[in-house]
Structures are given as C-alpha cells and as structure tokens.
C-alpha cells in the first residue's frame, strides 16, 4: 500500500513534511493500521464501536485536544492535527468524528470559552480520553440556522433550568459531559451539562446508512438544573458556538482528504490485478482518464489543506477561508469516492472495498458542520459583500 500511496503524491508533497510531523504521521497510521483498519468493516456492518476504548487510545497517543495547549494537551501546530485527521478518516470518518468531536469541539468549547476551574476540572480527562464530551447545537428544527433554537435556560435562584432537544450529537449517549447551547434573555449561553444530571437522557438515533461506526444521538433536557458554575463565563451569543464550529471544520479539511485517499488507493490497487479482456483494466483509456482525474483532484485537497494549516499556524486564517475548505475538500472528496467505485464495480458496492462506505460517511460529511449551501452562502457574502441568509 504504501507504493499506492508514494505513486498518489504526484506532486511530492510529503518532501515538504519535516521529521517531527512525519514521526507523527507515521506513529498514527501504524495504529490505524494495527488496530483501527482491520476492525472497521465489522463495525460499520453492526452498527457499533468500542468508543470509550478507542477514545483512551486516541488519548495514549495524544490526539484528543492536541491542538490546545496545557491541561494535559500537546499544544500541538494545526496543521500536525490535520495530518492526525487525515490518516484516522483514510479508516473512517466516523473515527475522526470521534477525535474530531471531543477535542475541536467539546474540549475546545471549555478551553475557549470556560472557567480556570472548568478547564482543570474537564480537560486533563478528556485528553485522555477518560472523559468524553458532546456538544450540543443542532435541534430537530434548528440545524442550519442555530439562531431559531428552542431550548432555553432560565435562571432559577443561583442555578439555570434547561429544557429543550438536541439532535444528531455524536458521541451524545457516551458522554460525562455535554457542551449545551441554549437561549436565555440575555442571549445564547453553553452549559456543562454532566452525565447523571436529573432530567438530562439520551436516546441513540438508529437506522443509520451513513457513519454507522460513530455514536449519533438525542439530547433531552426536561427541566435539567445546572449550577452557575457549569455555565461557560465567556460564551456570550451565537458567536461562541460557532467559533467552536469554524475550529472543528478544519479538521474536516483534512480529514476527507484521508477518506478520498483510501478509497483512490484501492481502487487503483485493484485495478493493476482485475483483468478483463485479457489485460488489467488499469491499462485501459477510461479507466487511466478516471483514474488522473481522481489523483488530480485528490492533490487539489491536499493542497488547500496544507494552504488553510499554513494559515491556520500563523493566526491568520479566516471563516470564510475554512468554509472554503470545507466547501471544496467536502465535495471533491465525495465525488473521488463515487468514481472510484464504479471503477470497482460491483466489487465496489460491498464493504470489502472501502470507497463506497467512504462515500456514504461523506454524505453526512457534506451536511454537518455547516451543510454545503450555507458554505456557498458563506463565500458568496464575502465575495458580493451581501449576506444571502435572508
């Protein structure tokens, strides 16, 4: 596989990696490779995953959280966690859901937004990985436009009463700790809400096609009472959640960029060993012209990964800067999973081949954090300097 992999960097991009980033990059495919790939089938098929094992792993390796900095965290550059990101979705995007989730999106809501107490109390768990945490933003009717949220919090002498759902949480059912996004007359504020509080459930949403390795769930709040203490001080309004949505998206970024990978170096794989016509169709026009095509738009993501990781690392990078990245990697992402596929053919749609449960997982992919026309809108404002929204 490696060969595969050396023959997709047409454009020499791993020359650029320096020893410690590619002592990084080595060290998280070797577990991917060990304990993550050989299992992931099974866990798509049967709808499970071992998660709070997994995520103690995650933390002995040093992932979750690994772009901030203290409290157990690596401190880590950006663009090291990219990398992280891209060799765990090359197995799964559940998986990086799952990396992704915790350390950009819990983890980063305390770090960012929480008390000294909070974060001492909080984060040296979950970057271990013996805490896990959710967060909760999107409602059964509130998804792209977070603002028309239902679930409020009223204050209650010195304690709030939350009262509201949330939906399509990952990790939701798994968590000690869920960042809770909710009205309140002073604005929108988050919420540590911990697990065994009275009134807070959760409820897993089953049938799943898409991310069948990753815990979704629903979030009830029926009349949960949470300390002052558990409300994050410096979250005032709808900036704060979706901060931590912008730092989660570059994540994604990178991530697909793995997912597409996989499925391109499988299906090329294949097609040096399928024969028809008493040749392997690797050698066939159509089959070269699919095969380019995929590799260049592959490079393309790569590229603007490493662009977006450049900017991000030197405190530069903007919203609109990550939703391009997300519009664009999403996307390409997707499209190489489908093309590859048919290059399988009917090979291609069982889960011996990896390229169309990366196709699916991408499907949910390209709807959450941010669905695909909210990030046109995003860079139709910046670029018409006109807001679309309403």
């Given at each position: 596989m490696n060969d595969v992999l050396d023959r997709l960097d047409l454009l020499d991009l791993d020359d650029d990696l320096d020893h410690e980033d590619r002592?990084?990059?080595?060290?998280?495919?070797?577990?991917?490779?060990?304990?993550?790939?050989?299992?992931?089938?099974?866990?798509?098929?049967?709808?499970?995953?071992?998660?709070?094992?997994?995520?103690?792993?995650?933390?002995?390796?040093?992932?979750?959280?690994?772009?901030?900095d203290g409290y157990g965290c690596q401190?880590?550059?950006?663009?090291?966690?990219?990398?992280?990101?891209?060799?765990?979705?090359?197995?799964?995007?559940?998986?990086?859901?799952?990396?992704?989730?915790?350390?950009?999106?819990?983890?980063?809501s305390i770090y960012a937004y929480g008390s000294e107490?909070?974060?001492?109390?909080?984060?040296?768990?979950m970057a271990k990985g013996e805490l896990i945490g959710c967060f909760g933003l999107t409602e059964p009717d509130s998804g792209s436009d977070p603002g028309s949220m239902?679930?409020?919090?009223?204050?209650?002498?010195?304690?709030?009463i939350l009262s509201g759902n949330k939906m399509w949480i990952t990790n939701g059912s798994l968590s000690d700790v869920a960042v809770v996004w909710a009205r309140t007359d002073e604005g929108v504020r988050g919420f540590l809400v911990e697990k065994g509080m009275p009134g807070?459930?959760?409820?897993?949403?089953?049938?799943?096609?898409?991310?069948?390795?990753?815990?979704?769930?629903?979030?009830?709040?029926?009349?949960?009472r949470v300390p002052e203490a558990n409300r994050l001080p410096e979250a005032a309004g709808l900036k704060a959640p979706l901060g931590c949505l912008t730092e989660a998206r570059f994540g994604i970024i990178w991530g697909v960029t793995g997912a597409a990978r996989d499925a391109l170096a499988a299906t090329l794989d294949y097609a040096g060993t399928r024969t028809q016509f008493g040749r392997p169709i690797a050698g066939f026009q159509l089959t070269q012209k699919k095969l380019a095509?995929?590799?260049?738009?592959?490079?393309?993501?790569?590229?603007?990964?490493?662009?977006?990781?450049?900017?991000?690392?030197?405190?530069?990078?903007?919203?609109?800067?990550?939703?391009?990245?997300?519009?664009?990697?999403?996307?390409?992402a997707l499209a190489i999973c489908r093309e590859a596929r048919s290059i399988l053919g009917g090979s291609g749609i069982t889960t011996e081949y990896p390229a169309l449960r990366h196709a699916v997982n991408l499907e949910t992919v390209y709807t959450y954090e941010g669905t695909h026309e909210v990030h046109t809108l995003v860079l139709g404002s910046q670029l018409t300097g006109l807001d679309a929204f309403r």
């Open positions: 002592l990084l990059r080595d060290t998280v495919r070797k577990f991917a490779d060990d304990r993550l790939r050989p299992n992931i089938q099974k866990w798509f098929e049967d709808g499970t995953l071992p998660a709070r094992e997994l995520a103690q792993e995650f933390g002995a390796l040093g992932v979750l959280g690994m772009h901030l401190g880590a550059k950006a663009s090291q966690y990219g990398l992280v990101c891209a060799e765990v979705e090359s197995v799964d995007s559940g998986l990086r859901s799952l990396v992704s989730v915790q350390g950009s999106l819990a983890m980063y107490e909070q974060k001492q109390s909080w984060l040296p768990g239902r679930t409020r919090a009223v204050r209650d002498g010195g304690d709030w807070f459930t959760t409820q897993d949403v089953h049938h799943k096609i898409s991310l069948r390795a990753s815990v979704t769930s629903e979030l009830i709040l029926d009349d949960v095509d995929m590799a260049v738009s592959l490079q393309h993501t790569q590229l603007t990964a490493r662009r977006l990781g450049e900017l991000k690392d030197a405190g530069r990078i903007s919203p609109h800067q990550v939703s391009f990245g997300k519009f664009s990697n999403v996307s390409a």
